[in-house]
């Protein structure tokens, strides 16, 4: 029964992720932490780290991580595929709508707006991980004049951006070079 | 060629999944970060998928509720091979994901992350998957914006975005525009041809 409510706990998460599995953040927090005093504040911070730090989808991990804690392997398994779920229905009918109406007004029109929305969100995921290495502050409306940029990581970024553009070494490549620079650089 | 030695429906599978499992268990930074990865490999590796696919998987993944990381591997692998590779690409993504959280969560329960060495690496590997994605919105950008309209649309979500409007509320708009301008387009054309 606990196994039953667990998974429609992270099938709703996974219905309401619009634009990739961020948007479950805050709703976890509120569930988890404001509701529950499952985690305190600090640990759900650990947890996020945790999530974002490790290789795979962000809110699979952390749908994982919760999952164990509630009880053990089986839980976690749960709640991941809670958490898939909806997405995996979604997708496939949209899917199959797409193809069967391959030529038509709608599904045309739908992919050429999808394409504008889909690089404006690519931009703002680059200023995401922008705030995170690049700026030592978080950058917004109020603070665009005077913004403080941590030189060496930016140097990083655009090394990575122009070898990556170049085609030179592939983006697993890069990220094992980054993460030997980094730990190199915390010694100094 | 690579596409003829991929051509039974089993080792498009394997192949499937195998990549969507290594990609889940190397790449770091979520859903977002693999999709470079997923380019990478299905477009420039094994020449399986066009860039265009490519164009469409992130415009799908940013517009239908779910995982980026999900999304995208349904996506490949409905077109590569249809509802078994979307099954498959899942399985692929879960699977890492669930053995490493569930090793972490059982060694080193809400690990402190005071590590400074570790903490340092990954704000590089951070700064290195900002200018990827900087390249990725290059080429994106290259693709999608070739008219004015373009460059106009474009300039009011970003707009919009910075002034919080509501995500979804942007998506749903910029969809809408889409369609309408489609519609239209195809009306003229026709009349045009009756003409």
């Known amino acids: 029964m606990t196994h039953l409510i667990l998974f429609m706990q992270f099938f709703k998460y996974g219905l309401l992720c619009l634009g990739g599995g961020y948007m479950i953040i805050p709703l976890l927090y509120e569930d988890f932490v404001a509701q ?7 640990q759900f911070g650990n947890l996020l780290a945790i999530s974002q730090m490790t290789p795979g989808a962000v809110s699979i991990n952390a749908a994982t991580y919760i999952g164990y804690m509630q009880g053990q392997v089986l839980d976690a398994i ?19 709508f797409f193809k069967k109406h391959q030529n038509s007004t709608f599904v045309t029109g739908f992919f050429k707006g999808a394409r504008w929305a889909s690089f ?8 995401l991980f922008a705030n995170m290495s690049v700026f030592s502050q978080p950058i917004s409306l109020d603070s665009l004049t ?5 030189y060496p990581e930016l140097g990083v970024a655009i090394m990575s951006a122009v070898i990556y553009y170049r085609g030179h070494l592939s983006m697993m490549q890069l990220l094992v070079l980054a993460f030997a620079i980094g730990f190199g650089v915390s010694f100094i | 060629m690579l596409k003829n030695r991929y051509r039974s429906e089993t080792n498009i599978l394997f192949l499937i999944f195998t990549t969507f499992f290594k990609i889940a268990l190397f790449v770091v930074g979520g859903g977002l970060a693999m999709i470079p990865v997923i380019e990478d490999t299905f477009v420039r590796k094994y020449k399986l998928l066009k ?6 998987m992130v415009a799908m993944t940013q517009t239908i509720p779910g995982l980026i990381a999900v999304n995208s591997a349904i996506f490949v692998g409905h077109r590569l091979s249809g509802w078994k590779g979307s099954v498959v690409a899942t399985i692929g993504v879960l699977i890492p994901s669930i053995c490493i959280l569930c ?45 004015h309209r373009d460059f106009l649309i474009v300039g009011l979500l970003i707009v919009g975005m910075l002034y919080g409007v509501n995500i979804v509320l942007l998506i749903v708009l910029s969809v809408l525009i889409g369609i309408i301008s489609t519609y239209k387009q195809q009306k003229e054309t026709k009349s045009e041809k009756h003409s």
Do not use: W
């Open chain 1, 78 to 96: 749960i709640a991941s595929i809670g958490l898939v779920m909806p997405t995996f229905i979604l997708a496939t009918i949209a899917l199959n």
């Open chain 1, 36 to 42: 529950t005093g499952f985690f305190t504040p600090a």
């Open chain 1, 146 to 150: 005077s913004f403080s940029l941590k």
């Open chain 1, 120 to 127: 404006v969100m690519v931009l703002s995921a680059v200023v």
């Open chain 2, 51 to 56: 860039s265009d696919d490519i164009v469409d």
């Open chain 2, 103 to 147: 090793l972490i969560a059982a060694f080193f329960p809400l690990l402190s992350m005071e590590n400074q060495h570790v903490l340092t690496a990954f704000s590089y590997i951070r700064a290195c998957v900002t200018g990827i994605f900087g390249c990725v919105a290059l080429r994106l950008g290259k693709k999608i914006l070739s008219t």
